[in-house]
């Protein structure tokens, strides 16, 4: 863009923001902004004269234009092709030249972005395995701009993917060369997967598959999970799909027994993606919610995948690739209880092959006791059962530390059944700070599914009697706020109060006080405005004193037990700022504006400009 170009830009934002809102737009006078909470007496006057309806849209254009030039400067690396991506996209069909060459700026932003690692290596410098662990994730910036342009134009999203390591190019590298059995697919194809899940979660089904089609041709995580989530929205499609890729497995000599594991995920397990390794170890691939068999699938397709299996699974092997009959011993023990129930003519000659296996030289260290073997494939042991083995390993425990991982274990392993004996079981670890945590998260997990099954009155018991911190408990009254705010009112502002007060007791600059009273916010703003202007008042005074707040962040609770991590996350369109602001401006827009202004941080104060500017092109 020119010289000359910007500065009519500028001149047309100073025009508008010199100009007072007419009546039909905001039905009060804005006044000059205060330190305190944006009230109906201290919210800021920004206007002289009205704005008619056809001078809005040129209004949007010019708010999202200054804000893509002052994207250019933000001191935030990665901020920068994230805002001019997303304001591209606002633009979209108002200024659709503007708009191109926006995408195209955010592009040259995030190579440069990548190239410096900036998503990788973030201010707080995390181990190497962090990093590593980021970088299989695909997150990166390019990713970002692809996700958005694609919503937009294929076409010009196929063009920069043009740009993207070629298969060839990464073979040259052998960090990043593909696994023999696709654990690790190239960059293409895992950014293509990538962008075509984002294009399935916005609902475009059908450019999400068009998208990914080029490479729905192997097995691998990659594949066989977006086939997954394909079906929750297009069964018959991504079935058809699937058959196909059955087809070339078959017929493919390269095919394994990982590529038979792989395969069972779409049928059986679906988010649960199991790779054993030569050496006896175990990769997987786990959704948040545990997995369930696909609803009504195909009888027929069912038993192509068996016939598929077992032809791959039945193939010889050298007597002398140890790795190889490892992997494959424990493919077979995993897949054999499947066998045994859709398919038990196939399965005898299996067992044959698993007794012959198990009585031959493998690196098989785990043996039977790898929990990966039965994960999604047997349903968890009895309570009584798991309350027994951690008997067991407390006798063999030789610390505190060791006992207290047990009990976490343990008391996960029960909330999982919904036993309310999680709660005693966490209360025996000796480690004040993570019992606390531990007890926590019980509760909050327990609170979190009365809200799924909108059990509102035992969420709210469990919100008030439960050991929550004040974050969660807060966020337990929001979520209960929105189940009743149709059906009881009344009570749903009562709780939305609660949730205030609680949010006021919290301590510490985390950006949790700003992320829940965004909450809170979001709820007023259809049935008490005047409260969420005052709230939203509140969030810029948080958002100033934390600099990580940026209107989309996400709250996270984590149960650390001896074998891994479980996560609770809260986040989603009932926190989210851009929400808020777009109902904020419906109602006012040009206090909205000020309020834009009065953001001390750039992605706080880009993310409300755009939906400002959103609200008003009607996005």
């Known amino acids: ?120 290596k973030t201010k707080d410098n995390p181990p190497a395995m962090v990093q590593a662990m980021r970088r299989m994730s695909g997150r990166d910036l390019r990713l970002e701009v692809l996700n958005v342009m694609v919503k937009r134009d294929r076409a010009m999203a196929e063009e920069f993917f043009a740009e993207l390591k070629s298969d060839s190019d990464l073979a040259k590298d052998k960090s990043a060369a593909p696994s023999k059995d696709n654990w690790v697919v190239p960059e293409a194809v895992s950014k293509r997967i990538q962008v075509a899940s984002a294009l399935l979660n916005d609902g475009q089904v059908d450019k999400a598959i068009e998208f990914a089609a080029p490479v729905l041709n192997t097995v691998s995580p990659a594949t066989v999970n977006f086939l997954s989530e394909l079906r929750t929205r297009n069964a018959d499609a991504a079935d058809r799909i699937f058959a196909t890729l059955l087809s070339r ?77 490892t992997t494959k011993l424990n493919v077979v023990r995993r897949l054999l209880p499947l066998f045994e129930q859709h398919a038990p003519d196939m399965a005898t000659a299996l067992r044959t092959q698993l007794v012959e296996m198990s009585n031959s ?169 005047v409260r969420a202007w005052e709230i939203i008042g509140e969030v810029v005074k948080e958002a100033n004193r934390v600099e990580e707040f940026n209107g989309e962040n996400t709250l996270h609770f984590a149960l650390v037990t001896g074998s891994g991590a479980r996560f609770i996350r809260v986040s989603g369109e009932n926190f989210s700022l851009t929400n808020v602001v777009r109902g904020l401006a419906k109602d006012d827009l040009y206090r909205a504006v000020e309020v834009a202004k009065s953001f001390k941080y750039e992605a706080p104060r880009a993310a409300v400009t755009l939906a400002i500017a959103s609200s008003i092109l009607g996005k």
Not at 87 to 102: G, I, M, P, T, Y
Not at 306 to 321: C, E, G, H, K, N
Not at 367 to 382: A, E, R, V, W, Y
């Open 249 to 325: 497995a078959e017929a493919d000599p390269a095919s394994d027994p990982n590529t038979a594991s792989g395969l069972s995920s779409y049928v059986f397990t679906p988010g649960l993606y199991v790779r054993f390794a030569p050496e006896g170890g175990t990769s997987w691939i786990q959704p948040d919610e545990p997995p369930v068999p696909p609803a009504n699938f195909p009888a027929a397709l069912r038993d192509r995948f068996f016939q598929v299996a077992a032809s791959i699974l039945l193939r010889p092997l050298p007597p002398s690739d140890i790795g190889a009959r």
């Open 361 to 529: 030289p493998t690196q098989d260290f785990m043996g039977t006791s790898n929990p990966m073997l039965t994960q999604g494939i047997k349903p968890p042991p009895p309570v009584e059962d798991a309350l027994e083995q951690m008997q067991s390993k407390l006798d063999r425990a030789k610390t505190s530390r060791e006992r207290d991982l047990i009990y976490a274990s343990a008391a996960s392993a029960l909330l999982a059944q919904g036993d309310e004996r999680a709660r005693d079981i966490a209360d025996k670890i000796e480690d004040p700070e993570h019992r606390t945590r531990t007890r926590q998260y019980v509760d909050f997990e327990f609170v979190q599914r009365a809200i799924k099954r909108k059990a509102a009155s035992e969420a709210i018991r469990l919100v008030q009697t439960g050991k929550l911190s004040n974050t969660q408990r807060a966020a337990g009254y929001i979520d209960i706020a929105r189940l009743l705010r149709d059906s009881e009112r009344q009570r749903s502002l009562d709780l939305i109060e609660e949730a205030v007060r609680e949010v006021n007791r919290i301590e510490g600059n985390k950006p949790d006080r700003a992320v829940l009273l965004v909450g809170i916010a979001n709820q007023l703003v259809a049935v008490d405005p």
């Open 1 to 120: 863009m020119t010289k000359q170009r910007r500065l009519s830009w500028s001149a047309l934002l100073l025009l508008f923001v010199l100009v007072l809102p007419s009546p039909a737009l905001s039905q009060r006078p804005a006044q000059k902004t205060t330190s305190g909470p944006v009230t109906e007496k201290t919210a800021p006057k920004v206007a002289e004269t009205a704005l008619t309806e056809e001078q809005l849209p040129a209004f949007a254009v010019s708010l999202v234009m200054s804000l893509a030039t002052e994207a250019r400067s933000f001191t935030d690396v990665a901020l920068r092709p994230r805002v001019l991506a997303r304001a591209a996209d606002v633009l979209w069909d108002a200024d659709n030249v503007n708009a191109r060459a926006l995408f195209k700026r955010a592009w040259e932003e995030a190579e440069k972005g990548d190239a410096d690692e900036v998503t990788i």
